[in-house]
């Protein structure tokens, strides 16, 4: 059940255009189509491979995820998604791609290249949530080396009360693995 409401929040972010940042009240439909938005275009950067854990569904020793790490703690409460963790690149971004199945649970944040990157968009899809921040305001980056933090405030919909939409604190911590 939990997994076909995820999949329709999937299918909603591609029938629907609104966006809304941490500073705008949105409604849950707009929240939900950011992240999974954001979440879809990770996943569809050329020549990206979604990495699977060596015990996610489908996984197999073949297709075991190189080192990366990663701590998401979303309103306080770290979340139990640690990867694998993926880094596809474009020209000008990239994205910190964290998790085996974006329909169930997923961490994408688009950032820009560089040594001081800046985030385009973030968006948390986890088992009992969605948190999205759709054009990056408000949201700092540090990198270190491979090793990126990013913070801020999103709007988060309880995926239990599809009608109510607070804004939250989060932090993602994710190594990109040496390919």
């Not at 790490?69 to 979340?79: F, H, L, P, R, Y």
């Not at 973030?122 to 990198?143: E, L």
């Amino acid at each position: 059940m939990l997994r076909s409401v995820i999949a329709g929040a999937a299918v909603l972010a591609i029938a629907l255009t609104g966006c809304g940042s941490a500073k705008d009240t949105s409604s849950a439909a707009q929240v939900t189509s950011a992240a999974t938005s954001a979440v879809a275009a990770a996943t569809n950067v050329p020549g990206y491979t979604l990495r699977r854990a060596p015990n996610a569904i489908g996984g197999s020793p073949d297709s075991i995820a190189p080192e990366g790490k990663a701590k998401i703690t979303v309103d306080g409460e770290v979340s139990k998604l640690t990867g694998p963790v993926s880094c596809p690149a474009l020209e000008t971004e990239f994205y910190l791609a964290i998790g085996s199945d974006p329909k169930v649970a997923y961490v994408a944040v688009q950032l820009t290249k560089g040594s001081s990157p800046k985030a385009k968009s973030v968006g948390i899809i986890s088992r009992n949530i969605i948190v999205s921040v759709a054009d990056g305001s408000g949201v700092k980056v540090v990198k270190t080396g491979d090793n990126y933090v990013v913070t801020g405030e999103g709007q988060r919909v309880d995926i239990e009360k599809m009608d109510t939409v607070t804004d939250v604190p989060f932090t993602i911590d994710a190594t990109c693995p040496a390919e």
